[in-house]
């Protein structure tokens, strides 16, 4: 190969990289600002009072003593209070994973009408927080909820939805 093949391969080189960062080359679209996932409640578990979970017709009612959680419904039941500990911790911090709807006309597709479990929170002070839980998503590893406060259904963490059904398995009669 001669040099003045060289060089005019060269000269081919660098006029289509100036066409090219002057024509072709698309500036990098700008970063989104990411926001950062809100707590799923606005108040935290150690404000909380007293919870009542419903399933049906089945009520669990559970009200904090001396630190400890005691199911005070069904009379003569109990549930180990780090359950009931776990359940509201996992529900009041927990940062919400995806919103699938800001305000649906229908609850059924995504199993809150009605809900699977309805969990009413008490806090010290302010008015009682209602979540609802339906249905999985397809996937299988979060499931819808919707709060008192927003129409908005979203997808938190299946934990909520095992602690709950392991808190009705888990009340049992005292004295057997």
């Known amino acids: ?10 000269c081919c080189f660098l006029t289509l990289g100036v066409y090219y960062l002057l024509f072709e080359r698309t500036p990098a679209p700008p970063v989104a600002a990411h926001r950062a996932p809100a707590a799923f409640l606005s108040v935290g578990e150690d ?3 007293s ?3 419903r399933r049906g017709d089945e009520l669990v009612r559970c009200r904090r003593s001396d630190g400890r959680w005691q199911v005070v419904h ?3 039941a109990t549930a180990p209070s780090d359950l009931i500990a ?5 529900v009041s911090d927990l940062p919400e994973v995806e919103v699938v709807a800001e305000d649906p006309h229908d609850l059924a597709p995504f199993g809150l009408d009605p809900p699977s479990v309805q969990l009413t929170l008490t806090p010290a ?4 927080i209602t979540v609802q839980l339906g249905q999985r998503n397809p996937a299988g590893t979060a ?3 919707q709060r008192s406060t927003s129409r908005q259904v979203v997808l938190i963490g299946i934990n909520a939805r095992y602690y709950a059904d392991l808190l009705f ?3 049992a009669p005292r004295g057997n």
């Open 1 to 10: 190969m001669t040099w003045r093949r060289v060089g005019l391969y060269w």
């Open 51 to 53: 919870i009542e979970a």
């Open 143 to 145: 499931v819808y909820a």
């Open 125 to 128: 002070r302010g008015a009682p």
């Open 86 to 90: 776990g359940l509201i911790a996992t």
């Open 74 to 76: 069904p009379p003569g």
């Open 47 to 49: 404000q909380i009072e």
């Open 169 to 171: 398995a888990g009340v």
